[in-house]
């Protein structure tokens, strides 16, 4: 079947020739039987074109959506990668279980996260998603499988988990989950008004909470201003209220997203915030997947789409160069709206293509604006390389060869483990095939 196919960025919407799988034992035979080469396609909540195979062949796992086993004494479960991290919660929860790291979407899919090695707002607590990994089985483009783990073929592993699809189709996950008593989480808000501010809050909650984020308005006039939130999950198993969805699909196919709106936005975020100061007891979908209460809001960036650029930069060094780089978008004059600032932890990366280091990531997103985006992204790329940082694949559509390569230090021991029938825009992008 052809279909045009875009990720969440929206920023290409070609054609592709779709083989949608339907369960793990019959897509060994419907890879093999595929034009080659093709690329593992989840939900496609990655933002650039990692998902992405232009007039060639994609994989789409939804299909790949039974439940094998869960273990509810012991929190292990089994399923297929297709799964998204949504259905896991809705089974998991009412067990008294949860996942042990998720990003800001549940709509990416157990396959696609593990895929990109996704970490979240615990990561100096709980590591990247791949730590929690157990076991997973590989489909190769000829047809073969193979399992892997920590313990089992644990080369492949650490390839594959991280390795954006490169190494296989990954077609069921053995996921160790995380004990909780319910749905809630006891949060703290605090505002902060310089960016001294953020690394200090984030020095002295990091010990003490198991997760904490920044939101950032990096439109002000002097130094930044935000948000700083962190939360554990509480004791109540009080049932949540009804998940509010709203949603921007019915919205004409404009740009919403000004500066003037993002800088409107961010002010208000920023005081609503402030008001809301303090502790209080949110529902994990608040405080896990706030965006995902407006399905389709990458519309708003209208029809010529969006990036993300999130870099990591490693903790020496760090102050200076997010400082130069908020000072870089601020001397562009676009806006970034909703950025957002985290200190990772120190854990070693368990992919070898892993995103996280011992540091600070800093994500924004900017309205596609064409070559002058793409000028902003040289001067940012020019800091996150001279502070020895990386950029983070999933949310990429821009990155160079060059820094790619500095980036990510064992690439070359990543690029054994690649699969010659599999192939991306990315990957032909920044490895050459
Ligand atoms: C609102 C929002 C918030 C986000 N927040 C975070 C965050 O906090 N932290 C974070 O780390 N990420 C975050 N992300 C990124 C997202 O978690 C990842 O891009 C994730 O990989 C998306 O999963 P997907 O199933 O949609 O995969 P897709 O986008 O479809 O694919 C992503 C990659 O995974 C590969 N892949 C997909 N399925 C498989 C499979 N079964 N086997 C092998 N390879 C596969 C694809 O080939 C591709 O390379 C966020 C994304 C959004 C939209």
New binding site residues.
Partial sequence: MRAALS??GRLSRRDHWIVPLRDRHTARARIAASPLPA?????????GD??LNDGGT??L?RG?DRFIGFDVETGLLHCE??V?LEEIIAVALPHGWFLPV????Q???????????????NHHSHG??GEHVRALT?LRSDGSAMACGPAQNADWFRA?VG?????????DVVLQLRRVAGPWIRSTIETFGSLTGFFELSSERSDAFEYSVAWIDCMGKRDVRGVFLCGDHDDSAAPQPKAAVRSAHFLPPLRWVTPAATRAFNALYFRRSASRAGPSLQSYRSFF?P??GVLE??RLYGRAGFY?YQCVVPQSGQREAVAELLKAVAASGTGSFLS?LKTFGTRPALGLLS?PMPGTTL?LDFANEGASTRRLFERLDAITAAAGGRL????DAAMTPQLFRLGYPRLDEFTRFRDPG?S?E?SRRLLGS
Avoid: C
């Avoid at 690329?39 to 933002?47: A, M, V």
């Avoid at 983070?392 to 949310?395: E, F, I, R, T, V």
């Fill in positions: 990720t969440w690329i593992p396609y989840g939900n496609g909540r990655s933002y990692e998902a994609v994989w796992t790949l990668a297709g998204t998720t990003p800001g979407t709509f990416a899919t157990l396959g696609g996260a593990v895929a990109n090695d996704v970490h979240g707002k990247t998603l590989l594959t390795g954006m699809g490169l190494t296989g189709l990954i077609s997947y965006l995902d809001w990458n993300q957002v995103f994500a983070y694949a999933a949310k599999i991306s990315m």
